[in-house]
């Protein structure tokens, strides 16, 4: 006996619609829609071993929803080398999935950064203003080359 085979259409859930909250440790997590394609999840709080790599989980889980992600760590009172770890992945999960992403953070997140991203590789902007402007401009470049292509 064969078993019935098919397609599943999966659609991206609209971004507008999207809003959630969750605790872990000693930190909040929190995702709300920023435009269209684009999604700002925030950290408050303290980003250790403790709930680093829920982190990186907890932005994987949203991702697939937008184009672009602005990870918000501006109320991040403490960033533990494992929040370092967290960035990491969420840097590869972003480049796997096609995402732009553009990080903000806090002193402590600035200060981790300088010693474990010695070349800069993660997307920081210095204020939310720059952010929003890097992300237009590269949006702004990929309609470009998908028209030209």
């Not at 602005?70 to 990491?88: C, E, M, N, P, S």
Request: charged share 20%; with cysteine.
């Amino acid at each position: 006996m064969t078993s019935p085979t098919g397609t599943i259409r999966l659609y991206r859930p609209d971004p507008g619609t999207i809003r959630e909250s969750k605790r872990c440790g000693r930190a909040t997590f929190s995702v709300h829609p920023a435009a269209a394609n684009r999604l700002r999840i925030a950290a408050c709080g303290d980003v250790d071993a403790v709930n680093g790599r829920a982190l990186g989980h907890f932005v994987e889980a949203h991702t697939g929803a937008s184009q672009q992600l602005i990870l918000d760590l501006r109320a991040v009172d403490f960033f533990g080398t494992q929040g370092f770890t967290a960035l990491y992945y969420i840097s590869v999960q972003c480049t796997r999935r096609d995402i732009d992403w553009m990080l903000l953070g806090s002193p402590p997140v600035h200060r981790l950064l300088r010693i474990c991203d010695t070349s800069g590789e993660l997307p920081l902007c210095s204020d939310l203003e720059l952010a929003l402007k890097r992300l237009d401009q590269v949006a702004q470049y990929r309609r470009r080359i998908a028209s030209a292509g």
